[in-house]
């Protein structure tokens, strides 16, 4: 069972930044590609960025430069590093992890204000 918690939502000014954190539990973390996820309202959840186990990333258009996704295995944690906010980047963000099963956590609010 792995059960993931997300953490470090908040609200903040245009150009700030913000740095959210996603705990998981169980053991297939370091071997599992994570990912950002947010939903906006009233629009689909969107990725925003990923991480292989190997370190390798993506990102979506609108984040590249922005954003820096990161992983520490020993902690077992995911982060999302979020420089220069707009805000267009209000949404709820949801860590996830991809494996045979996806895995959700319950999301965290971001919202940045003009």
């Known amino acids: 069972q792995v059960q993931l918690v997300e953490s470090g939502g908040g609200l903040v000014q245009a150009g700030g930044s913000l740095r959210l954190s996603c705990l998981a539990s169980?053991?297939?973390?370091?071997?599992?590609?994570m990912a950002w996820y947010r939903q906006a309202p009233g629009k689909q959840r969107e990725l925003v960025a990923r991480?292989?186990?190997?370190?390798?990333?993506t990102y979506a258009d609108s984040v590249k430069g922005r954003f820096t996704i990161s992983r520490d295995n020993a902690k077992n944690t995911v982060f999302l590093q979020m420089n220069s906010l707009k805000p267009e980047d209000t949404a709820v963000y949801y860590c996830?992890?991809?494996?045979?099963?996806?895995?959700w956590g319950q999301g965290t609010q971001v919202t940045v204000s003009s």
């Open positions: 996830g992890l991809v494996s045979i099963k996806n895995y």
């Open positions: 169980g053991s297939i973390f370091s071997s599992s590609t």
């Open positions: 991480i292989t186990s190997g370190g390798s990333t």
